[in-house]
């Protein structure tokens, strides 16, 4: 058994809560240069087309954590995969790819036809993961991020 398959056996995926947030932020300011704020993340749980998933673990000894998170947005056929990121304690062991998995079948069941998303120029993990999932490089968006350029990244379901 590979060490990506024991962490995820005991794991479940649910829509974010507000009670989710300071957790979230945790991940958040340790994943990304610029993390967003409080109440970005609670104006996402506001959104009528925004969907927030979380996956919690639970460690063979503890207690229930975030194992990391997602946020997309649905619009007419069309979904915006905005924000990503894995709890770095368990990063490298399959959590973010369960969560791609499960939101691009969700995104199937709710008619999308086509995926995007846009990755920082440096974060080659992130590039690749999207790679195996189909996602293509489209093209750049030039400073998008303030300090980086952003690859624009497109899937077709």
Request: glycine fraction near 8%.
């Given at each position: 058994m590979?060490?990506?398959?024991?962490?995820?056996?005991?794991?479940?995926?649910q829509?974010?809560?507000?009670?989710?947030?300071?957790e979230?932020?945790?991940i958040?300011?340790?994943?990304?240069p610029?993390?967003?704020?409080?109440?970005?993340?609670?104006?996402?749980?506001r959104n009528?087309?925004?969907?927030?998933?979380?996956?919690k673990?639970?460690?063979?000894?503890?207690?229930?954590?975030?194992?990391?998170?997602?946020?997309?947005?649905?619009?007419?056929?069309?979904?915006?995969i905005?924000?990503?990121?894995?709890?770095?304690?368990?990063?490298?062991?399959?959590?973010?790819?369960?969560?791609?998995?499960?939101?691009?079948?969700?995104?199937?069941?709710?008619?999308?036809?086509e995926?995007?998303?846009e990755v920082?120029?440096?974060?080659?993990?992130?590039?690749?993961l999207?790679?195996?999932?189909?996602?293509?490089e489209?093209?750049v968006?030039?400073?998008?991020?303030?300090?980086?350029?952003?690859?624009?990244?497109?899937l077709?379901?």
């Amino acid at each position: 058994m590979r060490s990506s398959d024991k962490i995820l056996t005991g794991h479940s995926v649910q829509p974010m809560e507000a009670g989710d947030i300071d957790e979230v932020l945790e991940i958040e300011q340790a994943s990304f240069p610029k993390p967003w704020t409080r109440g970005m993340f609670e104006g996402e749980l506001r959104n009528p087309v925004s969907f927030s998933y979380t996956l919690k673990v639970r460690p063979e000894e503890g207690k229930v954590e975030l194992g990391g998170y997602v946020v997309l947005w649905v619009v007419h056929g069309e979904a915006h995969i905005l924000n990503i990121a894995v709890n770095p304690r368990y990063r490298g062991k399959g959590i973010a790819s369960r969560l791609l998995s499960l939101m691009l079948e969700l995104m199937k069941r709710n008619l999308v036809y086509e995926v995007f998303l846009e990755v920082r120029v440096s974060n080659t993990v992130a590039r690749d993961l999207y790679k195996k999932f189909g996602f293509r490089e489209t093209f750049v968006r030039k400073n998008y991020y303030g300090d980086e350029d952003a690859i624009v990244m497109v899937l077709d379901l």
